[in-house]
């Protein structure tokens, strides 16, 4: 990173300003640093779409008054103590004119652990060139399965950052991490007919990607596409492979243990702790501090140590995912979730870069659905009338966790074997009713921006047919 004097100035001057705003009055201070540098390259209809390189360096305050009225600014112009102590004086400002958050807190200091596995010097002196040639790899692995597929888009980034926390009641944390982000979409076509498009991804905190593994699941995923068929309505068993657990079912799950949700009363499981939510079958843990996770961090973006959380244990669940907060409002211990998380449609910039511009909310790190003993092979040999699920297209509605999807790439199972891919099929219910109809988990376990998920199976959902 060359901006190595602009960071450690910002991080200095950071904590002068924490003590002047104390001296102006506010009660609580907290100060939040990133820099970073995103190595980025585009794919595009098999061709290098485009190569770009940025970096970027801000800092965010918050502050509260001694009447709990909470204000937040940031800047990414920090080249001198008088632009940081101006954006300090901002959230003030903003403080001063704000509602009172009567259970607004910050974190107090505590001991740090270490999250293994979280940075690569050679992601650090990682180039542009090094990035293209991961593309290209994508690129013809995909186009080498067979000649009717194209790789339609993809993108390779490599990320270096450092991030601090340092607040008013003694926090003082900084850590420095690597990331790496490979995926492609590849589609096939012959005569009139084109599949849909075909995603496969990898997400490591080093430079071990496999691109001929990526690109080669991508093609066969596109190839097995082919030549689907219409399937009429019923209700059976349904694999969700890990792709489409990490999405709608996930949002409904972090979505119900989210602290924030909670304290609102809009978390369906609001008043069920303790209780059983899911199938015996189903054990779920947030842990912010597995090794080489993804979202694995030494502390939360307020400055909180991270930990590993079981939430759900045999179907019961155990414990919400809190930032400080939502604990302090819910008389509950900090869970280490408070996260700046930036929501963007593009995959990469949602984990890369833009925190400081964000207030913290409640988000999971790695929250991950403990594996089985069987394959996803030995869910579908166990299966006599179903669905496997690869993709699939839909909102989850807030709070009532209701799904109605359209499948994107599904195969119909009949007496334990894959017939053929699925044409214009939708899959609809209620992802807490799921939960509990779980009676299988594989051990395939992948991978995502914060989950870390295996394919499930769940009994008795209702798909909608074409035919």
């Known amino acids: 990173m060359r901006r190595n004097s602009d960071w450690q100035f910002?991080?200095?001057?950071?904590?002068?300003?924490?003590?002047?705003?104390?001296?102006?009055?506010?009660?609580?201070?907290?100060?939040?640093?990133?820099?970073?540098?995103?190595?980025e390259v585009t794919i595009r209809n098999s061709e290098i779409f485009g190569e770009n390189e940025v970096e970027d360096i801000g800092v965010s305050f918050?502050?509260?008054?001694?009447?709990?009225?909470?204000?937040?600014?940031?800047?990414?112009?920090?080249n001198t103590e008088k632009d940081v102590l101006e954006a300090g004086k901002k959230a003030l400002s903003i403080a001063r004119l704000s509602p009172s958050v009567s259970d607004f807190t910050l974190p107090i200091k505590l001991k740090m652990p270490t999250a293994r596995g979280l940075f690569d010097e050679a992601v650090v002196n990682a180039t542009v060139e090094d990035a293209v040639d991961v593309a290209c790899r994508l690129i013809k692995s995909v186009e080498d399965v067979d000649r009717r597929i194209t790789a339609k888009a993809g993108q390779v980034s490599f990320s270096h950052a450092r991030r601090s926390v340092v607040n008013s009641f003694g926090v003082d944390a900084e850590s420095e991490e690597t990331r790496v982000f490979a995926y492609v979409y590849g589609s096939g076509s012959?005569?009139?007919?084109?599949?849909?498009?075909?995603?496969?991804?990898?997400?490591?905190?080093?430079?071990?990607?496999?691109?001929?593994?990526?690109?080669?699941?991508?093609?066969?995923?596109?190839?097995s596409q082919f030549n689907p068929k219409p399937v009429d309505s019923f209700e059976g068993t349904v694999?969700?492979?890990?792709?489409?657990?990490?999405?709608?079912?996930?949002?409904?799950?972090?979505?119900?243990?989210?602290?924030?949700?909670?304290?609102?009363?809009s978390s369906p499981w609001t008043k069920k702790l303790d209780e059983p939510v899911a199938s015996e079958t189903l054990n779920v843990a947030d842990n912010g501090l597995l090794e080489g996770g993804f979202a694995s961090r030494d502390f939360d973006d307020?400055?909180?140590?991270?930990?590993?959380?079981?939430?759900?244990?045999?179907?019961?669940?155990?414990?919400?995912l809190l930032d400080a907060t939502s604990a302090n409002k819910l008389k509950m211990t900090d869970t280490g979730n408070g996260s700046r998380f930036v929501e963007q449609s593009d995959m990469a910039s949602?984990?890369?870069?833009?925190?400081?511009?964000?207030?913290?909310?409640?988000?999971?790190?790695?929250?991950?659905?403990?594996?089985g003993g069987k394959t996803k092979d030995d869910l579908i040999a166990?299966?006599?009338?179903?669905?496997?699920?690869?993709?699939?297209?839909?909102?989850?509605?807030?709070?009532?966790?209701?799904?109605?999807?359209?499948?994107?790439?599904?195969?119909?199972?009949?007496?334990?074997?894959?017939?053929?891919?699925?044409?214009?099929?939708?899959?609809?219910?209620?992802?807490?009713?799921?939960?509990?109809?779980?009676?299988?988990v594989a051990n395939d376990l992948k991978q995502s921006f914060n989950s870390v998920v295996p394919s499930i199976r769940v009994r008795n959902v209702k798909i909608i047919g074409s035919r």
């Open 239 to 265: 694999i969700f492979e890990p792709n489409a657990v990490s999405n709608q079912l996930f949002e409904a799950l972090s979505n119900a243990l989210n602290g924030e949700n909670v304290a609102a009363g």
């Open 350 to 371: 949602q984990i890369i870069g833009g925190g400081y511009k964000a207030k913290p909310t409640v988000h999971p790190s790695n929250l991950m659905i403990m594996p």
């Open 62 to 78: 918050r502050t509260a008054t001694p009447d709990k009225r909470v204000g937040f600014a940031c800047t990414n112009i920090v």
């Open 10 to 39: 910002s991080s200095d001057v950071a904590r002068k300003t924490i003590k002047h705003l104390q001296d102006m009055g506010a009660d609580q201070v907290e100060a939040f640093c990133l820099a970073t540098r995103t190595t």
């Open 190 to 223: 012959q005569g009139a007919e084109i599949t849909p498009s075909c995603l496969d991804f990898e997400m490591k905190r080093n430079l071990h990607l496999d691109p001929e593994n990526i690109g080669n699941t991508v093609g066969r995923l596109v190839l």
């Open 302 to 320: 307020e400055g909180f140590p991270s930990r590993k959380t079981d939430v759900i244990s045999r179907g019961k669940l155990n414990s919400f």
């Open 382 to 440: 166990e299966v006599d009338n179903g669905i496997l699920v690869g993709e699939m297209a839909g909102f989850v509605q807030a709070g009532s966790g209701l799904i109605s999807a359209q499948l994107i790439r599904a195969h119909y199972i009949k007496n334990g074997t894959l017939q053929h891919p699925i044409k214009g099929a939708m899959i609809s219910g209620v992802a807490f009713d799921w939960f509990k109809q779980v009676d299988a």
